[in-house]
């Protein structure tokens, strides 16, 4: 019979074997160390998904959507809106910054406006109000006194397009500068402000 105490100092007691609480202690740590990393991927996942095909967050980089919107605030932005149903006036969208448009170094690549004519309507500005189709737009979201010009000759707005405005018209490059803007570039509906909490609120 072998000696359990040969090769160990005199007076050492031979190693404990391993406990069946140290196994089932060490196979739980292994455990929680794969379902933590499981549900780091998927929130990575869910906030990809979410960012590329659901909702999106946009900084309102300039004064062009005074007294809607100030400068610095976030928005959150429903990407799926105009798949469920068709522009409205009046919606807030985020939209591609039309082509040939300048833009310095540290300007955005998408713009933010409010959707003033559809497709199909003709739109004028007159007396420093707008008028779509031959009649004046109310347009409570204005802060008082303000003018909209800019648009003598009216224009009709052609198929897929729309007309956007910023609520702050006289600091605003908009379809008045650069015509209308195809439907198929807008990002989507900008539905809440989400950032100052003291502006928090629904658009």
């Known amino acids: 019979m072998s000696d359990p105490s040969v090769g160990r100092p005199v007076g050492e007691p031979p190693e404990a074997p391993p406990t069946k609480r140290s196994k089932r202690s060490s196979r739980s740590s292994t455990r929680n160390m794969v379902e933590w990393a499981l549900v780091i991927v998927g929130a990575i996942v869910v906030a990809f998904v979410v960012k590329t095909f659901l909702i999106q967050a946009f900084q309102i980089p300039s004064a062009s959507m005074h007294p809607t919107l100030l400068e610095g605030d976030r928005v959150l932005v429903n990407k799926l809106s105009y ?25 955005p690549d998408d713009l933010i406006k409010r959707v003033i004519g559809l497709p199909g309507d003709t739109v004028q500005t007159k007396d420093g109000d707008v008028y779509v189709n031959g009649r004046q737009l109310e347009e409570p979201y204005l802060a008082d006194g303000t003018v909209s010009d800019g648009l003598d000759d009216p224009v009709t707005i052609p198929d897929g397009h729309v007309w956007v405005m910023g609520d702050n018209r006289g600091d605003s490059q908009d379809s008045r ?13 900008a539905f809440m402000v989400m950032w100052p909490p003291s502006r928090m609120g629904s658009l």
């Open 83 to 107: 798949d469920l149903h068709d522009v409205n006036r009046g919606d807030v969208i985020v939209f591609a910054r039309p082509k040939g448009m300048n833009a310095g170094p540290n300007d």
């Open 177 to 189: 500068v650069f015509g209308p803007i195809a439907e198929d570039t807008i990002v989507g509906r």
